[in-house]
């Protein structure tokens, strides 16, 4: 354990290292290097945040309040999914790239040229159809349904009900999570796909026997969540890793943040935003996390 | 005096310069036009054909294969690209809401044109009209609100799936049809009526016999332009038919099209790798067949011209 941190830390050194090597080249850190020697934030100009749409309610609200506190500043935030937020990000299309996952998970993203600024945490949480008779199921009863196994819900102690698989689209973050942290690495069958949580919320809610997966944010009061392994889904749980299904909220940038990115995303970090916007739009501060999770899933 | 009557004949005049100018600005306007169409055409071909050059997929593999998961690779290391469980969706929802919709649309056609022509023209046109004029989100909306849950309790299932698309694409092509149709059946000259009344044939026979035989071509390019429609259409589909990259078994099991993949997978897929190729391969069929749609429709006008 010990040999692997050491390794891991020599080669984010490495890789600080060289970019710092590569951007003196450019002249532009020097720049930088100057603002931040006189102490004075660059708060003006114009910056775009493209990609998830899970986060996007976030980072809106965040850079509505910002450009509210800073005159002269204006910050696009657009959804169009996690990976275009990566892909976009990456060719330096915008500054900022929003994504539910890590970027090293995504195929086709260079994700050494990028740096990770984690923003919130977002728990995800199996929902079902109210009438199925079921409260909490074990892991494994969750993978089995989900991979096909298990078709009725009388077989895990409910009511004799078909069970209806609804999943997100392939590629979706929040599927990604699922499946990772939920089925433990298993892939769900193949079965109706919605490309938005707003849609999963209304099917879940009218169809018999259906079960599916939202984040926290979209659980309303007619939505019925499991247990898993009679933890319950809630943020305390999340918070200390009891409930083992929640994901990073991500905002990468290509190379270290400089100027009003950089501003912006210590703006995302501040009290302001972390305690009272990311509660209230139903995510979890990052500050609340007892634990801290790597893309491998080693707790820390 | 000789030299400015030898100026006026041999100069151009101020009129055929204006003609010139207007000559030049309508080609560049069109110019324009053709330019869009073939960019558009060659972005989606190259980028469509990417996933065959670049990724080897084999286009066998792709219009005939029906596991379909770009993430994941098969038992023979190839990526699952099989597109045709989208395929057969498409058509199926296509073909079957142009069955149901066609009669209909002949049938009031017929009233509009044939029997009731005051009516027609002041009341069922303007709510054709209006018919079209709903955004798709709109039928969509009212698809999985309405058409979802009573394919669920008549039909059974989960109620997503082709037969819910095809109620939603029926109402959705229903208007196209029908105004295409009355203009079809309105070209039908006026003599053949008369004739046919003549000759001691009563109304049903005239419109059966004589006004619908001779409006068959433009009946089938109003047919034909409804499916093109249905073919394209994505967000309200996309809404009701569950989504499910399955060859569909039956008509209430979830399925899915190439439109719905697509809308789908859109924002998940990075651009230039095998997953978003894949998706411009979609692309690249549908527009191959509205390409196809539209050569029909040309050569029923070429064919069936009445004479």
């Known amino acids: 354990m010990g040999v692997k941190r050491l390794i891991q830390a020599g080669l984010i050194a490495g890789v600080a290292f060289s970019l710092a090597a590569c951007g003196n080249k450019d002249g532009s850190t020097s720049a930088s290097k100057e603002a931040t020697e006189k102490n004075e934030e660059i708060t003006t100009g114009s910056i775009t945040a493209v990609g998830s749409t899970a986060l996007q309610p976030l ?4 850079a509505e309040k910002y450009q509210e506190n800073h005159a002269g500043s204006t910050i696009n935030v657009q959804g169009g999914g996690s990976g275009t937020g990566l892909s976009q990000v990456a060719t330096e299309a915008v500054e900022i790239g929003n994504s539910d996952v890590f970027a090293e998970e995504k195929e086709g993203v260079d994700a050494k040229a990028l740096v990770d600024h984690r923003v919130a945490v977002v728990g995800i949480t199996p929902v079902i159809h109210k009438d199925t008779g079921v409260t909490n199921l074990t892991k494994e009863q969750l993978i089995d349904i989900f991979t096909g196994k298990i078709t ?9 009900q078909e069970i209806v698989v609804v999943n997100r689209a392939a590629g979706s973050g929040t599927r990604a999570s699922f499946e990772k942290w939920g089925l433990g690495g298993a892939k769900s069958i193949q079965s109706q796909e919605q490309d938005s949580s707003g849609a999963v919320r209304k099917i879940i809610n009218e169809t018999p026997g259906a079960i599916s997966y939202l984040a926290f944010s979209y659980i309303d009061d007619q939505t019925k969540t499991l247990s898993i392994d009679q933890v319950k889904p809630t943020e305390a749980n999340v918070a200390t890793n009891d409930w083992k299904i929640w994901s990073y909220e991500h905002m990468y940038t290509k190379g270290e943040a400089t100027g009003l990115t950089q501003s912006f995303l210590a703006y995302m970090m501040s009290a302001a935003v972390q305690d009272e916007l990311v509660s209230k739009m139903g995510y979890l501060p990052i500050t609340a996390m007892k634990v801290e999770r790597d893309v491998d899933g080693t707790i820390k | 005096m000789q030299s400015s009557i030898e100026e006026r004949l041999t100069k151009k005049s101020k009129k055929a310069k204006l003609e010139t100018f207007g000559k030049s600005l309508s080609f560049i306007c069109i ?8 960019s558009i055409l060659y972005f989606v071909a190259s980028k469509g054909i990417a996933t065959f050059t670049q990724n080897g997929v084999s286009i066998g593999s792709f219009l005939g294969g029906t596991d379909w998961n770009p993430s994941g690779k098969g038992a023979d290391g190839q990526p699952l690209v099989g597109a045709l469980p989208m395929i057969t969706g498409s058509f199926l929802v296509t073909f079957l809401s142009a069955i149901v919709a066609t009669p209909f649309a002949i049938g009031a056609a017929v009233f509009m044109t044939e029997i009731s022509p005051k009516m027609g023209k002041k009341i069922l046109q303007p709510v054709i009209e209006l018919l079209v004029g709903i955004p798709s989100v709109v039928y969509g909306f009212i698809g999985l609100t309405v058409v979802v849950p009573a394919v669920r309790n008549v039909f ?3 109620g997503f799936g082709i037969l819910a698309g095809t109620f939603v694409l029926f109402v959705m092509i229903l208007p196209t049809v029908t105004s295409m149709t009355i203009d079809a059946l309105n070209t039908v000259p006026r003599h053949y009526r008369e004739a046919s009344l003549a000759l001691g044939a009563t109304r049903w026979q005239t419109v059966y016999k004589v006004v619908l035989r001779s409006a068959i071509p433009g009946i089938l390019t109003a047919v034909v332009f409804g499916m093109a429609r249905a073919f394209g259409e994505a967000l309200a589909v996309q809404m009701v038919i569950g ?4 060859m569909p078994g039956n008509l209430v099991s979830p399925a899915s099209t190439l439109t719905s993949i697509l809308t789908m997978g859109m924002g998940n897929t990075v651009m230039g790798s095998l997953q978003n190729n894949v998706l411009w391969s979609l692309a690249l069929i549908l527009l191959v067949m509205s390409l196809v ?6 050569l029923i006008g ?3 011209a009445m004479k």
């Open chain 1, 59 to 62: 980072v809106e609200a965040a």
């Open chain 1, 152 to 160: 009725n819900w009388k077989e895990v102690g409910g009511n004799n």
């Open chain 2, 31 to 38: 110019a324009f036009i053709v330019l869009v169409v073939i």
């Open chain 2, 156 to 158: 059974g299932g989960s």
């Open chain 2, 243 to 246: 989504n499910a990259a399955l």
């Open chain 2, 293 to 298: 749609f539209n050569i029909m429709t040309r």
């Open chain 2, 302 to 304: 070429k064919k069936g």
